[in-house]
T-cell receptor, first 114, second 109 residues
Framework: ETGVTQTPRHLVMGMTNKKSLKCEQH?????MYWYKQSAKKPLELMFV???????ENNSVPSRFSPECPNSSHLFLHLHTLQPEDSALYLC?????????????FGPGTRLTVL | GQNIDQPTEMTATEGAIVQINCTYQ??????LFWYQQHAGEAPTFLSY??LDGLEEKGRFSSFLSRSKGYSYLLLKELQMKDSASYLC??????????WGAGTKLIIKP
């Protein structure tokens, strides 16, 4: 238990569906991250939020839409995804943006796009 | 460009020692992390090195040479539960984490 939870753990969706991934951290951190993890590839940073403000959008397609209503919650809204978007989506949090503290990860959502 | 290299997969025997190497080329350096990730689970922190040398933590040790752009993770007295992926990540000059693709470690009895 890392203090970061993600729901759902598994998601199967069609290309025309709309779904949302949820992340919640109970660590009092200010920075939150969305990553995409594909087999045998490095973690791909998607979005970064610091104090609820988006500070990084790593050229992510608009079919992925993040939302951060407060420092404890982070969402990733999905619509009209492609099969190549199938991956493990990991949420992480850290004390602050510009420091070398460790990131704490949630267990991830395994997404399959049919 | 920024690059982290680590072996894709390694196999070792229970009770033995294994060394997982990581080489990096990044814009700036503010430290190097090692994480462990069991299949289907979250990556979890193992170690952080920012100064040259060896840091020992129980059965696990991590080494850093900044001049060579090189680190290794040393696992001793291997146990079956050590079967996992080991991720190397470097903090660059903007405090962004640059990740390697991970090394899958398979432990055999």
């Amino acid at each position: 238990e890392t203090g970061v939870t993600q729901t759902p753990r598994h998601l199967v969706m069609g290309m025309t569906n709309k779904k949302s991934l949820k992340c919640e951290q109970h660590l009092g951190h200010n920075a939150m991250y969305w990553y995409k993890q594909s087999a045998k590839k490095p973690l791909e940073l998607m979005f970064v939020y610091n104090f609820k403000e988006q500070t990084e959008n790593n050229s992510v397609p608009s079919r992925f839409s993040p939302e951060c209503p407060n420092s404890s919650h982070l969402f990733l809204h999905l619509h009209t995804l492609q099969p190549e978007d199938s991956a493990l989506y990991l949420c992480a949090s850290k004390t602050g943006l510009a420091d070398t503290d460790t990131q704490y990860f949630g267990p991830g959502t395994r997404l399959t796009v049919l | 460009g920024q690059n982290i290299d680590q072996p894709t997969e390694m196999t070792a025997t229970e009770g033995a020692i294994v060394q997982i190497n990581c080489t990096y080329q990044t814009s700036g350096f503010n430290g190097l992390f090692w994480y462990q990730q069991h299949a289907g689970e979250a990556p979890t922190f193992l170690s952080y090195n920012v100064l040259d040398g060896l840091e020992e933590k129980g059965r696990f040790s991590s080494f850093l040479s900044r001049s060579k752009g090189y680190s290794y993770l040393l696992l001793k007295e291997l146990q079956m539960k050590d079967s996992a992926s080991y991720l190397c990540a470097v903090v660059d000059s903007n405090y962004q984490l640059i990740w390697g693709a991970g090394t899958k470690l398979i432990i055999k009895p």
